[in-house]
């Protein structure tokens, strides 16, 4: 380990980012499969030992050199090629190839399993990635996401021509994938696309200009269009499968006309096309390409969600460990009553995003099972996620430059690049409006709401949590699923959807918390922090009032060490949590 303090600057640099999050074990223990935790135990240390000194460096060294366009060779022909750093292509390397993030989900064999591997494996090991590098894990996330998309709507042809491509880990043979959609008149309003597509001499041909395409020269994008005379709106889509090269090796008919010159994921490249008749292939139904890309959409808005929890969680161990470290007026900074809270509210808002996340991957393998539930758990749970937890990653990033101080804002050290990038997660794949708006419509079209609640109830009634908590718990759930219900079903409410989301955020949270909490006998941490998001986040707050809640519990939260069941009593009586109103537990909603 080289993490160092050099004239009390602290410097975390070689630490472990695995170990030095023992909850995040604690977790997986959770959700993974004994056996399967086992095995891939070796892969997470390794990539945290990464993490922590390799990736980290690789990842400032490409945001440095951003990836750079050669539309020509020096003759004059046209090349249409993206040069990536090379510290980009060693960051490529140890994502696809090495730990084989993207294949992982769709064959055996990757990490040393015989089968394809659960989305929590997937998506706890993009988590501790992340905190190294959150660029690349976008065009990871597209390739992922455009492969599920083709196994599940793609011909069998297609899927056998490229399916051995998009999963391979060698770094020859790979295809990258991406998504093809934002135009300059239809960005989330995709209705509004007008590239068109057109059938000539027996192929499909795209024309029109995508706006916004990251990962450009990516083997294969998904892409929407329009065929001629299709309905207007998004009734009237197509999807189609667009390859950078055809049969032949030659380049397909279309360009990129620039790279976006953006605040953030400096180190991957997006652009700008144009298709100018570009050879493509139908993906599913015609006229069905929209419900077909939504699938493809909300896995990378749940990825996006990861990567945001992952963010926030290296904002907290950076945070930490300078509190731990650093000393003023002659005191550690974690010994100071101020700094206490302040990390404790990066901590209880990182780990409320590390759950809803955790779950919902859970969820997800349960629905690819064929749990009818799980389905309409995960069509809510996600773009809750998508809304709420992306914003949480700018404010907690935000907080982990402050605690590094002056230090924080340059640009040597990571916290700037991890702020710009944590601005990403809530614009793409549909901003935060967008997004709340899906919230309810999901609750208004596929009836999600009353299944959530039901789910919430049920996991409630196993927590960790006393009667009288479990009771409040149960109390706020039925207040807010019955605004939730009242938003839904009044047009005129529509202003409200940002607020009750973030209200059924918290309230899933809280519970998904206290739940995981009732799983583990040797820590009860996250019964507090449950707690903890009923006094702060559902609860009436007074601007007025001075809070009493004694400083010396809530400081316990932030040790290293496990908490036992007493301190949590002592921590949650401290609270002062108003009791439910009779008979409040298990409320219908």
Request: hydrophobic fraction near 40%; aromatic fraction near 6%.
């Amino acid at each position: 380990m080289s993490e160092s303090i050099h004239r009390n600057i602290p410097d975390s640099r070689g630490h472990n980012a695995f170990t030095v999050d023992p909850e995040f074990a604690r977790l997986l223990a959770i959700y993974l499969e004994p056996e399967l935790r086992e095995h891939l135990a070796p892969a997470f240390h390794e990539l945290g030992e990464l993490v922590g000194d390799e990736l980290e460096s690789l990842a400032l060294e490409a945001d440095r050199h951003p990836p750079v366009l050669q539309l020509r060779t020096r003759n004059g022909a046209d090349l249409q090629r993206i040069d990536k750093h090379p510290a980009y292509r060693r960051l490529e390397h140890y994502a696809y190839s090495h730990f084989g993030l993207a294949a992982m989900s769709h064959r055996g064999g990757v990490l040393g399993w015989p089968e394809p591997l659960p989305p929590i494996a997937k998506y706890g090991l993009t988590y501790l990635f992340v905190q190294a590098e959150f660029g690349l894990c976008c065009p990871l996330s597209m390739t992922d996401s455009l492969t599920r998309t083709l196994r599940k709507f793609g011909s069998e042809e297609l899927i056998e021509r490229y399916l051995g491509n998009l999963t391979a880990q060698d770094e020859e043979q790979l295809f990258q994938g991406a998504m093809f959609m934002t135009e300059q008149d239809a960005g989330s309003d995709v209705g509004a696309i007008t590239t068109e597509a057109r059938f000539e001499e027996g192929v499909w041909r795209l024309y029109g200009d995508k706006w916004f395409c990251s990962n450009p020269d990516a083997a294969l994008a998904m892409v929407l269009a329009r065929p001629v005379g299709g309905e207007p709106g998004t009734r009237g889509l197509t999807l189609f499968l667009l390859p950078r090269r055809l049969a032949d090796g030659s380049l397909n008919r279309y360009r990129i006309l620039r790279l976006k010159d953006k605040l953030g994921t400096r180190s991957m490249a997006s652009g700008e096309i144009v298709l100018e008749g570009a050879e493509a292939y139908v993906v599913g139904e015609s006229g069905k390409g929209f419900k077909q890309m939504t699938d493809m959409i909300n896995m990378s808005r749940l990825s996006n969600g990861v990567r945001s929890a992952g963010l926030m969680r290296r904002a907290v161990n950076e945070a930490l460990f300078i509190a731990r470290h650093r000393v003023a007026f002659g005191r550690r900074l974690i010994d100071l009553p101020l700094m206490q809270r302040q990390l404790l509210k990066m901590l209880l808002t990182a780990e409320q995003g590390r759950s809803l996340v955790f779950h919902t991957a859970d969820c997800l393998r349960r629905a690819d099972g064929g749990d009818a539930e799980a389905a309409k758990l995960l069509r809510i749970l996600t773009p809750l996620i998508k809304f709420r937890t992306t914003r949480d990653a700018r404010k907690v990033a935000g907080d982990g430059m402050e605690v590094r101080g002056g230090c924080g804002y340059i640009e040597e050290w990571s916290d700037a690049r991890v702020l710009r990038d944590a601005h990403l997660g809530s614009i793409w794949e549909g901003t935060s409006n967008i997004v709340a708006l899906d919230v309810f419509r999901a609750i208004r079209r596929e009836g999600t709401l009353p299944v959530l609640a039901s789910y919430l109830r049920r996991l409630l009634d196993e927590s960790a949590l006393g009667q009288g908590e479990r009771a409040l718990l149960g109390e706020l759930l039925a207040k807010g699923v019955s605004a939730a219900e009242r938003v839904a079903a009044n047009p005129q409410d529509e202003a409200e959807v940002r607020r009750i989301a973030t209200t059924l955020y918290h309230l899933a949270s809280a519970v998904f918390l206290a739940w995981e909490a009732g799983q583990q006998h040797d820590d009860r941490r996250r019964q507090a922090l449950a707690a903890l998001v009923m006094r702060y986040r559902l609860l009436p707050q007074d601007p007025l009032a001075v809070d009493e809640v004694p400083a010396a519990s809530l400081a316990e939260l932030l040790a290293e060490t496990p908490l036992d069941a007493a301190a949590v009593e002592r921590l949650i009586a401290g609270l002062g949590l108003p009791e439910a109103a009779p008979h409040a537990e298990g409320v219908t909603a």
